[in-house]
Structure formats: C-alpha cells, structure tokens
C-alpha cells in the first residue's frame, strides 16, 4: 500500500510540474497556410497537434481559399489572398482568439526530420535576449545561409520567411510583413533591414532544423517566378529606390574590437548581452583576449566569446 500511495504521489507530482511548465512556457500560435496541398497540410497539421514538443501551443490551419480544403483546417478564407495576406489573415485570426508571445508562421511543406523539439529549441532560443526578434531553424534554401549556423544565436541579415518564429512585441514594434509583396518574394528582405533598423536581430539558430518541400502548391513555376520577382523589384524600388538591393547585406564599415579577459566572467556576460542591443548596426566584431591575469581560459568564458559571434579573436 505504501508504495502503491508514494507512485501515485510521483505521478501527481509529474504532472502538476507538467502544467506548471507549460504555463510559463511562452505562448506561441502555430500558423500554417494552405493552398491546395490538402493530404501534406493534413499530415502537417496532426504532427504539429500530436508529436511536436511544446506544452503551451495553439494550432491555426488557416485554408487559403483551395479547391479541396483540408479537414485539419480552422479557418478558411473565401479566396486565394496570396501568401503574404493570407498568413497575415492567419495572424489577424490568431492574435484575435488568443494572446501569445510569439507567432509561428509556417508553410504547409515544411517537414521535421530532424526531431520533434525543433519549436521548444526556436522559443529557448528567441527569448534569451531582448534584442532577439525573430528566429529560423536552418533548412535548404536558395539563400545558402540558411542551411547552417555557425552558432546557436548568430545575427543574419533576414530569414527566408518559411520556418520563421517571430515574438509578438515584433510585430507590434515593427509591424507585419508588407502586404504589397503578395507572393512572399522579398518578404524576407523587407522584414529583414526593417528588423534591423529597429535596434534588433534576425536569428538562425544551429539548435533546430527543418526541411521545406519547395513548391508544392505551385502548377506553373516559371510564370510564377516571372510575375513574383517583377512585384518585387517594383516593391521595393518604390520604398529604398533602384538600388534596393543594399537593403541584403547587413555588413556595416565599423568593426568592433573588443578587448577582454577572463578576470570577472560576470561582466563579461554583462557585456556581451548589452553589445547584442547594437550588433544589428556593426561589422562582426574582432576579439583581442588579454591573458596577462590568467592563461587558462575557462570553457564558460569562451563560451561567451563565441557568443559575440567575431570574425576573428587573437589571444
């Protein structure tokens, strides 16, 4: 009898540990679009619902007006608004039944391969500094960047809008994406150089990783291809002008050099999440180690070394 009570007991306790995780996990809205790729959004949907790992999630299947709607879908729209307007539909709905912390906006081609943790990773990931306003896992992509970070938190220019968490304080700060981009094409540098003028980062994170299935939902991609780039040079030359294309590139003229040692490894924290606030307008910084007080540099102080993401240190 007295170890049957003392297993309940730890049963209990599990699960009251359980629901007290999940309440101060952040909130996040799962948003997936859908345009006629039912059977995939479907399979999408009840991995997302069953075996992702995150206690404090909310599923939005918003159906971009489809021949065959998916029987996973929550809302459906009464036409085909494009991919930027119907996520931001997906948003609207989302933001509207609910508050959350963070939105994940995902296309219905995405697939997990790589583990069931992937959202759980992007969430620990995002929220470990203030400055942080959106995050990507890295997966295949035309930008080959994307296909792999160097370091759990590195700053990039912009993030292919496919897998991207985006914390809500974002969208409120920033705002959503342009609607004129109605495709999707230079979505992601808009929000990018908008993130960035704003004082905050776009992350890629080496924790998590995708895959995206590209082009599921298109019948004719060459037309496609011809009438999203044309939106989106006459897009973005109306906003930045002809040479738009400066907007890609986060790389500024000044380079940080930084010199450091590892005396107070508190302070050196200190620094390094304060230097997070302005490394969206700053070269890679180059990192000088001053061993004068200690030659033995302990795992944790390189550890934030690394986290200052340098273009080179020299000790």
């Not at 906006?105 to 997990?112: E, P, R």
């Not at 490894?265 to 061993?291: H, I, W």
């Not at 540099?297 to 080179?312: G, N």
Request: with cysteine; glycine share 6%; charged share 25%.
């Amino acid at each position: 009898m007295g170890d049957e009570v003392g297993t309940m007991g730890d049963e209990v306790k599990t699960t009251v540990d359980e629901q007290a995780s999940a309440c101060e996990a952040p909130r996040v809205a799962i948003v997936v679009l859908n345009y006629n790729t039912t059977e995939m959004t479907d399979a999408l949907a009840y991995y997302l619902a069953n075996q992702l790992e995150y206690p404090n999630k909310r599923l939005f299947v918003i159906d971009n007006g489809s021949r065959e709607p998916p029987r996973s879908a929550t809302h459906r729209l009464p036409e085909n608004l494009g991919f930027t307007r119907g996520m931001h539909e997906g948003y609207a709905l989302a933001s509207r039944e609910g508050e959350f912390d963070a939105y994940w906006f995902l296309n219905s081609d995405v697939g997990f391969e790589y583990g069931n943790d992937v959202l759980a990773r992007l969430v620990e990931v995002l929220f470990s500094s203030d400055s942080f306003a959106q995050v990507a896992p890295q997966h295949n992509s035309p930008h080959k960047f994307m296909e792999h970070a160097e370091i759990g938190a590195q700053p990039v220019a912009y993030l292919e809008a496919t897998a991207t968490l985006v914390k809500a304080s974002t969208v409120e700060r920033v705002g959503f994406w342009d609607l004129e981009l109605t495709y999707g094409w230079g979505v992601d540098y808009d929000y990018g150089y908008r993130v960035r003028e704003a004082g905050l980062l776009n992350i890629l994170t080496n924790r998590a990783r995708v895959t995206h299935k590209e082009h599921k939902s298109i019948s004719d991609f060459g037309d496609y291809v011809a009438r999203a780039s044309a939106e989106m040079n006459a897009v973005l030359a109306r906003k930045y002008g002809a040479d738009w294309g400066r907007i890609m590139t986060a790389e500024r003229r000044v380079v940080p050099l930084i010199l450091s040692c590892d005396r107070d490894t508190e302070l050196t924290a200190r620094f390094v999440e304060s230097f997070r606030t302005v490394q969206s307008g700053l070269a890679r910084p180059v990192v000088v180690v001053d061993t004068s007080a200690n030659d033995k540099l302990s795992a944790e102080y390189l550890a934030l070394v690394a986290a200052l993401h340098p273009r080179a240190v020299f000790v």
